[in-house]
């Protein structure tokens, strides 16, 4: 790892002491189109408006006025951690503001710090759950009270506020600060020897530690972190593997337990490691990280297994019909995984990330971001009501997008995350910048101690493979280009006013190193072209099946577009794998037979014979874009003929 | 359906007033020995002082001491459900009184059924939980409550009670009828229009209105059987399915919900139908069954493919790994199938009973009969931890059998359903007998009005295929012997003093109908050998995979008995499907390769050739006792190369 120094404190979600990479924050780096600029417009415009109606509707923001006038418990709403939905809310704010310094947002934002502010106690605490009359007593539940964790959303949106808008003077950092504090007081060294349930506060005071400068918060991120596996927490039905309360994160194999959990746990434990020179804890992360990639994960990047306890199955447990994949669990991965990133600068991290932004993140909010889903499936058996959209669902029922949830951590999540997306389109190095992510954007920053990097990205990735990187400034550095792990056969061109030279380029980072001249432009050309995608033989629920895949997105088959064939389900449908996926007028199709329906009266005797049957082609959708058109049954893994 | 007039009332756990059969009580049918036999000795001895012993620890006998020293609720042990592992065990031991006619046992039910009677209000209600000062009131958590869940395992012990010991005076079916009428006039005509959260009530109803002749109880039965599905049940995030509350019986066109409370919903509807002369409610549940059958249900006869809810899955959902297949799902399978098979004789019922008997009850309890498996999982990919035999485990975490849980339904279902196993061996018509499980066994009844049969069944079925059952008494009858759905090849032989004659019989029931003489011998051969068989193509969860069965008997490769090849775990071993199992020194043997270990850091890429594995022979275990011998990983369903 080598030291990176840092002029100014980017505008960025994660910002470690050092590392391989050094971040970019929302004055260096900007999506301005395309595919991820149209996510982030929806974000930032309907997204948002949805979650703060909702915030106030159901009670969520209007118990930290009830908690001020002093009237809880009595009118309070929602479920032990509401509040770190408005926390949630407030940070994806505070990125949308330094991103388009929209007045009407920075309004909404102060406002509702106020009313955040008006409800913290006077020693620092703030929960609108505990610690009054009639309320239990604060810090008596950590198992599930999620006190912690509440504050852990609060420090993460005051430093993506003071980061984006220093010395705003609106007052969040001062809040987050006394509340930080109290925890330290309290669950430092003599105080409470004990963790959260729900791994988050970690995350937010290593992060507020970096920010203040403030040695006390690092420590108590140590802390928090090392005790997990310490056994404090009760023991569960479930096991305290749940909570990550099993083992020592430094000797686990891999993520286990509550996936969301795991992954801010392993995050923090990644900003300990770096922040603290804990290198031995940054390799059991990295191998923990690797494991749990190889043999954990979805092939959108999902992540969760189980629905019963949102978790983690054993290795090889990946069904596609019960998968989880909780969207806030592909956020924590994201979050995991971009500090790894960012530590060791290796292109796997990144590729990771992509796919589970695609398959995962895209795949929750509706094309109209108003609706969310909470657990991502990649089999659906039966079609789906559609949610009331005036109505709050439960948290994984349906096979269509709600509004809301009971437990509605997701959809604020994934405001915060595309609000603060263009932070993960590229990375500096000690002496050049590699992109990382493939949307039109600009890149304005200065590297290796004052080379001035002003580049220009255009592309219709990932609907067309060709990245276009327009050099603004004449100076000497080293361009990155990410080739993901999917793209053999991608090949690097670099136009200038020596010509043109094109070389292909191997899975990893495609470096350029030249004395730039201003117009020079570097191409990616990657072959986006659709791939068969075959499981380990390892993962069972998916043997003899295989998924297609284009570009960076995992396709799915839908039974909406089986209509033209006169089947209304996905269920008997097999591919014939002998027949190569084509692009035709903007989809892409394969080719299919039906099996012959059986209606045995006991399912367990001789085989079907699928052979005679008669083969046709059915289009594939993008799977970020299954249920939009109503519902379905879908498939992402198709049999094989 | 027929009338079949019934002269005594039979000591069996169901006695519908009509029906294609008769069922015999223990006074008719006997098992003397064999794999039954066993079971049924070690469930009476072990088995029923093991659960004794942890009804006394655990304070769920001596909640209702404290319940008429009137010191309630201080000092309650246990959930909410805790008297009906009580009220099962007394059940058990009335069989097992009925069976054994042991003393010792008589006076253990005897000093039980006191303490339960002392514990019941002046007005009929009993309960620990409910309806004292300090506890909530009674009936008004109907959906969790379990109090008329409850009830209905107290009415089925002392229809038990009464039928094998009828007048014995120890009060229990004082205690059941006063208990009855209370809950007759609450939710009666006019009373609370609403239902338990979890059926059972409606068949102990049922029973009791048969031994009592009360039709009020009938009627009670038939308005809780019926208030299913108009949602008088409060909305839950796993939807109103969970407790059948989401359609009327009538209507729906499978068990769905939770998979116990499905199946004593089902059985105590076919009572009501039976009972009451509803055909087309007997043809929905008929259509129901069937389709559960059909494409709800492992290969083992298990039912529940979600832990979450403990619930059936959608159609096609049946995932080995993560099973349910809760052993109180299969009694439930077993006393719906049952109830169908009187009304309507038809085989395939008992094919079912077999299979759920040998591969899920038998399943749970451990040969010495003191640890039992809640949740009977089919494949296995981590080895367990063997349970604390002194302590209580969480319900369905341990991949090892548990002495005991926390939610611990099963050890007293396992014991009540084999100490009432005589039962299910054999059943009469109107002019003969049907054998339907082949067990040593006596058979003394009148059939037709006065037609004397005595049989004995000789046979060391399921090690062997071949079944002599040889009459003793000069008579005119039908003998109808099972043959299985699987028996494809069976014989049937006919031995008396005119000589031997042989035919070759399909499934469903092989009959000979002649003057049998004194001695005469019926013999049925069962081609028990090994047999594969392919699962639907459609329960995707298993594609590419076969079973290996022998017999009724489902098999299942076990780690333990790879380590003579080197190998410490099952998942990379694949069938070489071409060469069929064999059996050999006692153990059915197949032919497997190993695929070779792929370490990819990703693992959707391109498949792993296995064509050139070398291959071996290795044993099966009957799955039944699957970690009998410490902790391994263990599949069913094998893939195939």
Known sequence: MTMTSTTTIPAAPAVPIRGALRPLGQTEVRITGGFWGRRQRVNGSATLSHIEARLESEGWLPNFDLAAAGTLPEGRRGREFSDSEVYKYLEALAWEIGRTDDPALEQRFRAIVARVAAAQEPDGYLDTMFGRPGQDARWTNLEWGHELYCLGHLFQAAVARERTRPGAGDGLIDVARRAADLVCDVFGPGGIESICGHAEVEVGLAELARLAGEGRYLEQARLFVERHGAGTLAEHEWGRSYYQDDVP???????????????????????????????????????????????????????????????????????????????????????????????????????????????????????????????????????????????????????????????????????????????????????????????????????????????????????????????????????????????????????SADGVSERSVDPGFAEVRRSFAEGDVVELELPVAPRISVPDSRIDAVRGCVAIERGPEVLALESVDLAPAGLDDVARVVLDASVAPVERDGRVWVRVGVLPADESAWPYGQATDASSSETFDVPLVAYHDWAERGPSTMRVFLPVM
Chains 1, 2 share one sequence.
């Open 249 to 495: 994160v430094r000797d686990a194999e891999a993520l286990r337990g509550h996936a969301v959990r795991a992954n801010y746990l392993a995050a923090a434990a990644v900003d300990v490691a770096v922040d603290a020179g804990d290198d031995e804890l940054l390799d059991a992360l990295r191998r923990q990280w690797a494991r749990t990639i190889a043999r954990r994960t979805y092939i959108t990047g999902g992540q969760g297994s189980h629905h019963q306890d949102e978790a983690f199955g054993d290795d090889w447990e990946l069904p596609p019909d019960r998968a989880y994949s909780e969207t806030c669990a592909s956020i924590g991965s994201i979050m995991f995984t971009w500090r790894l990133f960012l530590a060791d600068g290796e292109a796997r991290y990144a590729d990771l990330i992509e796919r589970s932004l695609y398959n995962v993140v895209e795949t929750s909010p509706s094309a109209e971001g108003t609706s969310f889903y909470y657990a991502n499936t990649l089999h659906e058996r039966v079609p789906g009501t559609p949610a009331d959209p005036d109505a709050t669902s439960p948290r994984a029922a349906s096979s269509l997008r709600a509004p809301w949830f009971e437990v509605s951590c997701c959809p604020p999540n994934v405001a915060r995350t595309f609000a603060s997306l263009d932070s993960y389109v590229a990375a500096a190095t000690d002496d050049g910048i590699r992109l990382l992510q493939y949307a039109p954007s600009e890149v304005r920053t200065v590297v290796g101690g004052g080379t001035p990097v002003e580049l220009d990205v255009e592309t219709r990735y990932p609907e067309d493979g060709l990245v276009r990187v327009t050099v603004h400034a004449d100076a000497e550095f080293t361009l990155g280009l990410r080739v993901p792990g999917w793209a053999s056969g991608a090949l690097l061109r670099v136009r």
